[in-house]
């Protein structure tokens, strides 16, 4: 951490992050099942995030990498409320704008319009603002008259447009990305790159979630790299990547040569 970090307040802040899911092993499908072989019924718990320490600032975008199952999207979800953490302590300061998954947040049998409406009043804003920026939304959607349409008939790269349209209109303090930037064409990516460049250049912060280490590598000022949920490394992101794929190469050498 540089010294002009260390001198400020960090816009999120995590200690000893843990999360653990419980799942049935039994296949009940009905009251009478779960009656009749309740004594068979078993759960068990499995931890997916084992104790995560780090800390994010303003003005700074942290990508968080690794294999599927490492605990990347959860560490998303905690962040964004969506989940509870099992223990440990996290702190944020500032409004949160979550991009996690495509359309999540929508109803279907809502119009776009109407969507927009929603989630803005979820995400803490006002009436007024939210008509205040509607034309902003519609515009840098690009949906057209589209957005009079119910949200169910959306394509996913639709979904995304709006999703990440109606996120970066609402005055957040913190980014939440996962795999979702790649919503059209490549003009409208490029859009929303710029885009998110300028919300970084501004004073926000960006946890991004990606397997598109072009991506990383691009917007990152530093890069995490988690393993079955916990830190292997944290550091520059040309340090980090560089890193993963080392091990990358030498996971895939290994279940190559391993005995059938």
């Known amino acids: 951490m540089s010294e002009a970090m260390a001198t400020r307040t960090p ?12 799942v049935s092993n039994s296949a009940i499908g009905g009251l009478k099942t779960l009656l009749l072989w309740w004594k068979k019924r ?11 320490d780090f800390d994010c600032y303003p003005g ?23 989940y509870r953490q099992t223990s440990g302590e996290v702190k944020v300061n500032g409004r ?10 929508f109803h279907p049998d809502l119009t776009g319009m109407e969507n ?8 803490g804003l006002t009436r007024k603002q939210i008509r205040e920026r509607i034309p ?21 790269g639709m979904l995304a447009r709006l999703g990440f349209a109606v996120a970066i209109h609402v005055d957040a303090d913190i980014l ?5 930037l790649s919503v059209g064409d490549y003009a409208f990516e490029q859009k929303c790159y710029d885009r998110v460049d300028r919300f970084r250049k501004e004073g926000g912060t960006i946890l991004m979630v990606s397997h598109n280490l072009q991506a990383v590598e691009r917007f990152s ?12 490394m944290s550091g520059l992101p040309d340090d980090v990547l560089a890193a993963y794929l080392k091990d990358q190469v030498s996971a895939q050498v290994a279940e190559t040569e391993a005995p059938e």
Do not use: H
């Open 176 to 180: 939440l990305v996962d795999e979702v």
């Open 11 to 22: 816009t999120i802040s995590v200690r000893n992050l843990r999360k653990k899911f419980r």
């Open 221 to 232: 000022d530093r890069c995490v790299w988690l393993r079955d949920g916990q830190m292997v």
């Open 136 to 156: 902003q939304i519609i515009e840098f959607s690009e949906l057209g008259d589209s957005i009079n349409s119910p949200v169910r008939s959306y394509s996913s």
């Open 116 to 123: 927009i409406i929603f989630n803005g009043v979820v995400l």
């Open 42 to 52: 078993s759960v068990r718990e499995f931890e997916v995030l084992k104790g995560l």
């Open 96 to 105: 949160i704008a979550p991009l996690l998954e495509l359309g999540a947040g």
């Open 60 to 82: 700074e975008c942290v990508s968080v990498i690794g294999r599927n199952g490492a605990g990347k999207s959860t560490l998303l979800a905690i962040l964004a409320r969506v």
